[in-house]
């Protein structure tokens, strides 16, 4: 089953996620197990596969990281599990700054601006990134979209530890 088919979506990056959310419920209320709770054993654990299917698809497609992970395994690019790492020089010592940066920021004299100022750096790069994947995707340049996703998930994991760093510096 492929998860844009399931919920009737273009195969695309840009998801209207109202859309995706509305057809999500919808099926839902198809498949869900409890509407089989006096079905045959059989049909209660295939409501069951079927409603984690559907659970999966959607948690796939609603993060935009997952859904270009997704996207490029599609076209047999697996960057959850490939071992080849990024070789753009650029994009290696930009990794080494703002990991630089990143541990500079709790000894910065005002943590909470320089924070904003790097959170601001890191969404510019989020989209600079998934402008990349889009143009490579839709060339049909799968290893380069996939080089994306890698470039991608290493900036939301810096967006991850900045958010802990934050919730850190105001004792959350």
């Known amino acids: 089953m492929r998860y844009f088919d399931l919920f009737d979506l273009p195969v695309q990056f840009d998801v209207d996620l109202l859309t995706l959310q509305d057809r999500f419920r919808s099926i839902q209320k198809q498949v869900h197990p409890d509407k089989f709770a006096n079905g045959s054993d059989q049909q209660k654990l295939l409501a069951v596969q079927q409603a984690s299917e559907v659970n999966d698809a959607y948690e796939t497609l609603k993060s935009p990281l997952n859904r270009a992970e997704y996207m490029v395994a599609e076209h047999g690019h697996d960057?959850?599990?490939?071992q080849e790492t990024i070789k753009d020089g650029a994009f290696l010592m930009q990794q080494m700054e703002l990991r630089e940066e990143l541990e500079d920021l709790e000894s910065s004299n005002d943590p909470e601006q320089a924070l904003d100022v790097f959170y601001s750096d890191i969404k510019k790069l989020i989209k600079l990134y998934t402008d990349e994947f889009n143009v490579n995707f839709d060339k049909q340049e799968y290893k380069l979209a996939a080089m994306s996703?890698?470039?991608?998930?290493?900036?939301?994991k810096l967006k991850s530890e900045?958010?802990?760093?934050?919730?850190?510096?105001l004792d959350y």
């Open 79 to 82: 960057v959850k599990h490939e």
């Open 162 to 169: 900045a958010e802990a760093l934050e919730d850190k510096l």
């Open 149 to 156: 996703v890698k470039k991608l998930r290493f900036i939301y």
